[in-house]
């Protein structure tokens, strides 16, 4: 009850389950103010023959989503992947290294240069398969330009070890290498998580979050959102 006998008639949250480990994507899904329990997964994140970028994004995402999905539970997925847009196949896909030797070749391919960064968001509801009615997708693309890095800064970042874990071998967010010369697209999408389509997907799913997500979401970006309003 609120006030002087007022029923709170606000819809009960679900549960949430976030099937990753990522600490970005439990950081940007705080934002929106919601309790949520972290089980990461661990897939073959392999591309298959022939699979393009906005496919693979989706499909990862939805696999994962599919592996830790639980009875009563709204299990959250993402992917993400970073795309050189004039080499062709599995070549141009640049996902996470596998060690700073990798990490160092990835940057010095993106200096100074545009490529494209696809994150997919996959939300499944209730549990069990992920049939078209309690399944919701998204995918965002983003357009990076990285700064021209010289060798010193490159091996300097990757010996820090912030590299290992992300797609592309670098942080967008990190506050002393500042890697990215120009952006255009959605700022929590290129760090792991598009907080908008979260909602968006949520909502299509008949979920309305308690949450005025927009300031606390650009509040801990320090960014100001082009693409919020487009994509709601």
Known sequence: MTGRGRRDERPPQPQIVLASGSPRRRELLATLGLSFAVRPVDLDETPRAGEEPRAYVARLAVEKAAAEARSGALVLAADTVVVLPEQSGARGLLGKPSGPAEAEAMLARLVGREHVVYTGVALLAGGGAPD????????????????????DEIAWYVATGEP?????????QHPEFQPVA??????????????????????????QPNTEFFKS??????????VSDKTL
């Open 132 to 151: 078209a009615a309690r399944r919701a997708v998204a995918i965002e693309e983003s357009r990076v330009r990285i700064a021209p890095l010289d060798a």
């Open 164 to 172: 290992l874990d992300k797609a592309g071998a670098y942080a967008i």
């Open 182 to 207: 120009r952006m255009d697209g959605c700022f929590a999408s290129v760090m792991g998580l598009p907080v908008c389509h979260v909602i968006l997907q949520m909502r299509k799913l008949d979920i």
């Open 217 to 226: 979401c650009e509040t801990v970006l320090e960014y100001n959102c082009p």
